[in-house]
């Protein structure tokens, strides 16, 4: 069933974003919504082989058909509702998204209390579903990770999703003492059980892992988001994928590191920092790292971005919790699209 999402056409772009080009002759980049409406959009992934981008909201999983009459499809529903952040607070559900292979969606959850959520792995088909899916309804169930003696408070808030030869990880903020990575590795299409695995807490003496993907080498990649009250102190990390072994921890000046993915056409790494101590602070960043160093370069500017992925033709889709206008009840979310060029 399609939902009541508003769904933006170049045609009828209200907000732009430019980059002045390096080059006289190239044009500038943009980013122009293609879903407007939404209520706290926290996570996107692009099916390689549909194109077709997923994204999560508090309402649940959503799917993004593109094309000039590009649709938004409800794709699971039903997830419960939890508050997340210090000052502002937000109503979260579901948060991270990743597709383990083209047919199994994985998802983070956000909707319960710490030490109950669990990661969902849902099937998904090539074309959208007549009526969505149950939260309930998924192929295989993660978690949770209760209180106990790896986590003294319980696991929740799984914001950030990846996958690879390794198996699947997920970013944990429940228990601020250890600052979790769980891992849980997959044999013939199956997700064996989840577990912590990288304490990055104890291995960066900063808080929150958040942002995270894996580069060319196979390494996982950690965005440490930081205190949100504290501007400038977020990381960027990289560990070993089976041992989970530090690698490299480099301050990079950005505040709160929401978001990281590689272009699959110049290989650079981007970020989005949503910055919450000073939101005009934040937006897409292109990150340079040298062995002991980050330059980070902004691109745009971007109004609460919280999640970044790249199709196979390098267009880059960005989720932002964004602002609502004064008055309105429709929610100030939107999913994002970058032509081309990064």
Not at 146 to 164: I, L, M, Q, R
Request: negative net charge.
């Amino acid at each position: 069933m399609k939902t009541s999402l508003k769904v933006c056409l170049a045609a009828s772009v209200i907000c732009l974003w430019n980059l002045a080009p390096a080059n006289a002759d190239e044009k500038p980049l943009r980013a122009r919504p293609v879903a407007e409406g939404l209520d706290n959009p926290s996570g996107v992934a692009v099916n390689a082989e549909t194109g077709h981008v997923f994204f999560c909201t508090r309402a649940g999983v959503h799917r993004l058909v593109p094309g000039k009459a590009g649709k938004v499809y409800s794709e699971v529903t039903g997830f419960p509702t939890d508050i997340y952040g210090k000052g502002p607070m937000y109503d979260i559900g579901p948060l991270g998204v990743a597709f383990l292979d083209n047919e199994h969606l994985v998802v983070g959850d956000g909707s319960r209390p710490d030490g109950e959520e669990l990661v969902r792995v849902y099937k998904v088909g090539k074309e959208p579903l007549s009526t969505a899916a149950s939260e309930g309804s998924a192929a295989f169930t993660l978690g949770p990770i209760p209180a106990g003696d790896a986590s003294a408070k319980g696991e929740g808030n799984f914001y950030g999703v990846t996958t690879n030869q390794a198996g699947i990880f997920i970013t944990a903020n429940g228990d601020d003492t250890k600052g979790w990575v769980l891992r849980a590795t997959v044999q013939d299409g199956k997700p064996g059980e989840l577990k912590p695995f990288i304490a990055s807490k104890e291995a960066t003496g900063t808080d929150a892992p958040v942002a995270i993907t894996t580069d060319a080498e196979g390494r996982v990649v950690i965005g440490q988001m930081g205190e949100m009250n504290l501007p400038g102190d977020s990381l960027l990390t990289f560990y070993d994928a089976e041992s989970g072994e530090l690698i490299r921890s480099l301050p990079t000046g950005l505040s709160d590191i929401a978001g990281l993915a590689y272009s699959p056409k110049s290989g650079k790494l981007y970020c989005v920092d949503f910055s919450w101590a000073k939101p005009e602070d934040g937006g897409l960043f292109e990150l340079t790292v040298t062995d002991d160093a980050v330059k980070t370069n902004k691109i745009l500017s971007l109004d609460k971005p919280t999640a970044l992925a790249f199709d196979k033709r390098g267009r880059l889709y960005v989720t932002v919790y964004g602002t609502a206008a004064e008055g309105s009840e429709e929610k100030g979310g939107q999913l994002l699209v970058v032509r081309p060029g990064l």
